[in-house]
C-alpha cells in the first residue's frame, strides 16, 4: 500500500487485557528489529570482523536521544559474538568518577574479555596499568565479576615487572592479541549524556589507546551535544573546537538511520490500543475517525523518534485508565501528543486554561481587552513553543478548541454549543479541561461514570431504590453538577425511567440545597431537570405524568418551581409546547391546591421572602384571591411584625432601580391582601413611624401614602357620583324655570 493512504488501525476493544506499557529499554531481539536497523548494525558488525589491517578505527553512529542509538549497538555486538576472531567489549562510562577510575576500569575490562583465567595475560595488562593505580585511590573497579582494587592491591599486580614507557605497554597489548588472533571491538554507549568532565575524560581515554593495534571502537552518542561539552577544552572552546577534535579521533562517521515514520506511527498505535483494552473504553466509528484523522495531521508529522512514540504510548496507556469515561478519549489522546510533541504549548495550557476555553469566570481584569491579550498571549507563544509548525499548531488547537479559531482569525473568541461540549466531555469545556489536567475528578464536581451507572439503573430499580441511590448522589458540594448531568443526559432515557426520574427528584426536593451567591440555584436547576424529563413520556400520558409529579414534590415551593418550568418559556412557539394554555390552567390548580392544604398548616409569611410571593401567585391563580386575602389577614393578626418580609418582594426596586413602592406593586399586593388589614399590621409593628428610614420603612410608607391617595380619589368619585343624582336646589321638582 502507497505510504499515503496508509491508515493507523484503531483495534475494537477486547476482554484480554495485556502489558499496556511499551518498554523504552534498548533491543537486542532481532525479532522485535520494527525499525529496520539490523540489517546497518550487521554491515558494521561485519566490516570489523572481517578486517585484515590490525589499525584500530573509531566508529561514530550519530543520533539524537532517544532515537534508536544502544539497540542499534546492542545488534552490532550479538553480530560479532559470532566471529570467533573477535572479542566484543561493552564499556560503561557513566559508571566512574574520575579519569584514572576510567582508565583502570577500561584496561582491566579488555584484560578480564580476552582470557580471564590467563595469568600471564593479567600480568602483562597489569604491568600495563601499574602507573595508573600507584596514583588512584581505594576505588573499587569490577570488570567482568573480577574486582581489581585501584590501590595497593592493583600495584600489587604489577609489582614483578619492571617499569617501563607507556608505549611499550602498547606494545605488550598489541602483541598479546596479535599471538591470540583476537579483535577487540569496544563499545562505548550515552557519551552524551556525561557532563562535560566526564566527556573529556572519554575521549582523553580514546586519545590514548586509538593507536592499539587489534583494537576498534564502536562509539553512539548525539554528535551536536559532545562536540559543545569537549570544545570547551581544546581550540577556540567552542563547539567547532569540538567538531575538530572529533575528526582527529574519528575515522568513520555515521547517522543512525532514520526511524520509518510508518512504523513510529504503528508503533503509538499499538499503545493506544493497549491502552482502550485496559480501559475497557471502545471508540465509536465517529470517534475512530476523528482520531486518525487529528493522528494524522498533527502527529505522525511530529514524530521523529521512537523514544518520543513510546513516551507517548504509555503516557496514554497511564492516564487513559484513570479517565476512562470520564472525559473524552479522543481529545484526551490528543492531548497528551501536545505533552511530548510541543511541552512548551501543553505547559501553557496548563497554567493558563481559561485562555484555550475563553471562560474567564469572575476574573473581571482587562475585560475590555481580554480577546486581544489572548490572541497576542497565543501568538508570542506557538512562535517559541512551535516555531516553523506555527500553522499545523493553531490548527491542532483550533480543533482542541473551536472558540479559537475565530480568535485566531478575527481577535475574538467565538460561539460554541455548550451543552454539547458538556454532553460530549470536551476538553474545550473549563470543567473537564481541569479534568484532563488533574487526572482526578475535581472537588465539587461528580464522577460521570456514577451518573452514568446511576441513570441505566434506573430501568430495573423500584422507585424507593432510585430514590436511594439518588440522595447518595446529590451530595451539597456536587448538586449543581450532578443536576445539570442529569438534564444533559436526559434526552437519552427511555420514557418510564424519565418518569422515575422526574418522581424521585420531586420527592426528594428537601434534599436540594441552596448555594450561596450562586446566580442560578439548584432548586432550579432541578425544575428545569423534570421540565426535560417529564418532556419524555409521550404527549397522551405527559399531564397525568406532571400532575403527579406536583403533587409528590417536597417542600410545597419546590412544586411551584417545578411549575414555572412546565409553563410556556420564552421564545417557545406554539408547536413546542410541553401544555396546552387549559392543562396549564389545570396544573396550577393543582399546585394551588397542594399550596392550601399547607398554609391549613403553617403560615405562609414563615417562608422567605422569594418564596412567600411566589405561593401566593399561584395560590390566587389557582384559587382566587378569596382564601389568600383570609390567610394573610390571619397571619398578619398573628403576628404584626411579618409584615416586615411580607412586602419585600413587592418593591419597585426591580422595575425602577429605587427600593420603595409604587402603583405596580401596590395594585399586585391587593390581590393577596386587604389593605386596612396590612396598614393595621405597618401600624402595629411601627413601620410607619416617620423616624424610622430603612428599606422596609421606606416601603410601607410609601405603600400607605398610595393607599391614602387612593382612597382620597375613591372619596371624591363617591361625592361626585351623589351630587350627580341630587335634585337640584331652590324648588320643587317639576316646576317651571
Known sequence: MPRKNRVPHIAPTSSDVTEPFASDSPLSDPQLDRFRRLPFAERI????????????????INGRWGEGKTTLLRYAYGTLQKFDNVVPVWFNPWRFSDETSLLLSFFATIAGALDKSSKTKKEKVGDLIRDYGAVVGEVAVEAYGVKLSAGKAVSKLGEQLSSVSL??????????????????????????????????????????TANFEHVSYVLAFDRDVVAAAIGQQFGQGDRQAGYDYLEKIVQVNLDLPVADRDALAQLCIDGVNAALRTASISLTPEQSQEFQLAFLQYIVPALNTPRLAKLYANSVAFVLPLLARE?????????????????????????????????????????????????????????????PDTKRAQSLLGDLFPQLRQLFRSGRYGDRNHERVQREQRVSSLDYLWRYLTCSI???????????????????????????????????????????????????????????????????????????????QPIALAGFLI?????????????????????????VFFAVVCLDWLRPQRAEISDDLLFSPADVDKLTSTVADKIAVHAARNSILSQSSEETARLLTVWQQGQGSLRVKDHIKGALAAEPTAANQFIRPFSSFPRTGTSGMDQVGYHFLLKFVDPDVLMAAFETSGLLDPVRTDDTARIAQQFAAIHRSEQAAQAGAQNVALESIDPPSGGAAGDAP
Do not use: C
Request: net charge negative; no cysteine; aromatic share 4%.
Open 167 to 208: 608505549e611499550e605497554k602498547r606494545e605488550h597489548i598489541a602483541a598479546m592479541l596479535g599471538k591470540s588472533g583476537k579483535r577487540i571491538v569496544a563499545f562505548l554507549d550515552d557519551i552524551d549524556r556525561l557532563s562535560r568532565v566526564e566527556a573529556q575524560a572519554v575521549f582523553k581515554l580514546l586519545k590514548l
Open 327 to 387: 472525559v473524552n478519549p479522543v481529545d484526551l489522546l490528543i492531548l497528551e501528543a501536545i505533552r511530548f510533541l510541543y511541552p512548551l504549548l501543553h505547559q501553557d495550557i496548563r497554567t493558563t486554561p481559561q485562555v484555550y476555553t475563553g471562560e474567564f469566570g469572575w476574573d473581571l481584569s482587562n475585560l475590555l481587552d481580554r480577546d486581544a491579550g489572548s490572541k497576542e498571549h497565543l501568538a508570542r507563544l506557538l512562535e517559541k513553543a512551535v516555531g
Open 45 to 60: 558488525a561485519n566490516t570489523l570482523a572481517q578486517r585484515r589491517d590490525p589499525d584500530s578505527t573509531v566508529i561514530l
Open 442 to 520: 475535581p472537588t465539587g464536581h461528580i464522577s460521570d461514570e456514577d451518573v452514568n451507572r446511576f441513570l441505566q439503573a434506573i430501568a430495573t430499580l423500584s422507585e424507593d431504590e432510585i430514590g436511594a441511590r439518588y440522595r447518595k448522589l446529590i451530595r451539597p458540594d456536587e448538586q449543581t453538577k450532578l443536576l445539570s448531568k442529569l438534564r444533559r443526559r436526559s434526552e437519552d432515557l427511555p420514557s418510564e425511567s424519565a418518569k422515575k426520574l422526574a418522581m424521585v427528584v420531586a420527592k426528594h426536593g428537601s434534599d436540594i440545597q441552596e448555594t450561596p451567591d450562586a446566580i442560578v
Open 531 to 555: 421540565r426535560e424529563l417529564i418532556s419524555r413520556v409521550e404527549q397522551t400520558h405527559r399531564y397525568d405524568v406532571a400532575a403527579d409529579v406536583l403533587r409528590a414534590a417536597e417542600p
